[in-house]
Every structure is written in C-alpha cells, then in structure tokens.
C-alpha cells in the first residue's frame, strides 16, 4: 500500500473533482476503482481526512500486489505495471487537486477573482521558491500579478513577520501619488517605477485590490483607452446598445470601440458579468469566426441562438455569416 499523504502537502483537493473523476463517497472517503492490464489487475485510490493511499490488487488472487511500492523491485512485468499504477495516481492528482501555498483569507479571495474574471491559473516557476508565483495575460504571456509569501522587513518594515502580498502594475506618471509606505508598497523585486506591492493582511480592503488587479491586468496588454474597472464596464455595455436591430459585432470590434483592440479578451469577461441581458444585448456580440458562445451568460448557446433568430439573425450550426450580419460601422 502507497500511502499519499505527501504527495497530498500544500495541495487542496476538489471534492467535486474526484466525484466527477469517477470516485464513490462512502461516508468521509472518496474510493476510486480502475482495472489496468487487461483487467488482470485493479488500482484502488483512496482519500479522506484520516489519511489517503493507493494499492494495486492483483484480481486473480483478490490480494495486493506489493512488488510495485517496493523501489528494489526489477523486471519488464513489474515496471509496466508500476508505470500504469503511477500514470494514474499522477492523473488524479492533476485534475482533481491544486497547489494550497496561499492559505489566507484575502489571498484566496485574490485567487478567486481572478480564475473567475480572466481564467489564468497561477504559475508556480521557481523550484526553489515554491511559495511565490505569478499570473500572465494569456494574449501576450506578460505577468500582471505576483503572489508572495516574504517577510516584513522585505517591504522596508521593522518586523521579519512573514506575510502574503501581491505584486500589481500600476501607472508609472501616478505612482507616487498611491504609494505610502504603509497600505501601498514600491513594487518588491520588480521595478518600482511600474510595480506596487500590497498586503494581503486586510490592511486595503479586498474590492480595492480587485481595482488594483483590473487596472494592472489592463495594463499588461497595453490599455491605451485609460479606462479600467467600472468605467471600461460601462463603456462596453453602453456600446451594445448603439447596435441595430438584426446585425452582430465581434469581440475585436467592441474592443476597438474602446480605442484598444487588445481588451478583447477584458470585453469577454466583462460580458460574462452583464448585469442586464435585455439592456444590454450581450447575444449580439460573438467571435472573429461568428461563433455562438459554449458558456453565454444567460442560458448558454441555444438561448443566444434563439435571440439572435428573433431579430432575423440567421444561424446554421451554431455560426453567424458576418459577412451578411456584421455592422459595418461608419
């Protein structure tokens, strides 16, 4: 028997995950069961709080076959197995379990609101210091975030307390204006002519850092327009309404009616949050192909088809011809 508490360190499990991997509750441990070699041989995988293992039986004899935990163990047979039996214990552990380094409370939220708003997962890329990581903006791979874990004293405080904190872009012309020494850092190990670093201690209130975020993720694509947060929001809700009656825009065009085509991905995730779906007719925008959208914010696909064929919209497998639909604007 295997036992996986280790590998279980600094990583939260999804509960949900395991369920939808194929493991069965029984009461507080989650069991999974997969046949291997021809169903010679079965692995079995189980977690719970009182601790988590894995073991292979040898369905001929219903008894464990040890020789693959047993690291002196040799041969073609032994090592295939073990191949499989690791291939799969190393599968659940990438889709049913995530790296826990930042375990306070604001972090978490941080970590959150960004995987809900842009999707970016944190990159852990120092094997060596395996408690700091960062987010990238997936359209040019340029990090707009950092997430730390470093001492006080670091931030040119008289304590060596160790603390959580985010590293954010911020404008170069203002950044003296926000940064005091005492809520708002200089950028820690980044240039601090365009870096603020920020405590994630609640010292700034978690909304503000959620501004801040926006504002640093805007800015690591390049955002011309100077709008960010709820402004930029407004501007692209407000845009949706100048589109007539039967046509369609694409992500890139309401972009570029903020003055900068790189928000066209910001234009998706504020999309997503649309407060209004009849004020603000969201099912009028799509991708650079004409494609409906998997995950439209009020009902999926086939309601935005249906709004779409409401206004005359026609739509063949789940596809607009802007070449007959788009707004050509002047």
Known sequence: MRNLDSKLKNREISYKALLKYG???EYKKYIYKCKIQDGQFEVEVSISDAGSYAKLIDLENEEEFVLVDLENSTGKFVGQLRED????IDDIFVKCTSKEVFKGSQAKEVIS?????YGDEL???WEKFDDNAIWRNKQNSKWYALLLTISESKL????DKVIEAIDLRYQKDKIENIVDGSKIFPGYHMNKKSWITIKLDGTVSTQEIFNLIDNSYHLSI????????????????DYLTTIPKGKVVTYK?????LGNKGLARVVGSTLHKNP??????????LNSKGELAEAFVFGGKDVQRKRLEKEGIKVIDNKVDLSVYQWKQS
Not at 85 to 88: L, Q, V
Not at 113 to 117: G, Q, S
Not at 276 to 285: E, F, N
Request: glycine content about 10%; hydrophobic content about 25%; overall charge negative.
């Open 123 to 125: 990159e852990f890329l």
């Open 85 to 88: 039996y690791e291939n799969i």
């Open 23 to 25: 493991f069965i509750q």
């Open 113 to 117: 609101y960004i995987t809900e708003k």
């Open 253 to 257: 065009q309401v972009a570029e009616s």
């Open 276 to 285: 209004d779906g009849d004020k603000y007719p969201c099912y009028k925008v």
């Open 156 to 159: 040119g405080l008289n304590s």
């Open 222 to 237: 390049g955002n011309k327009c100077g709008l960010t947060g709820d402004s930029l929001s407004q501007k692209v809700y």
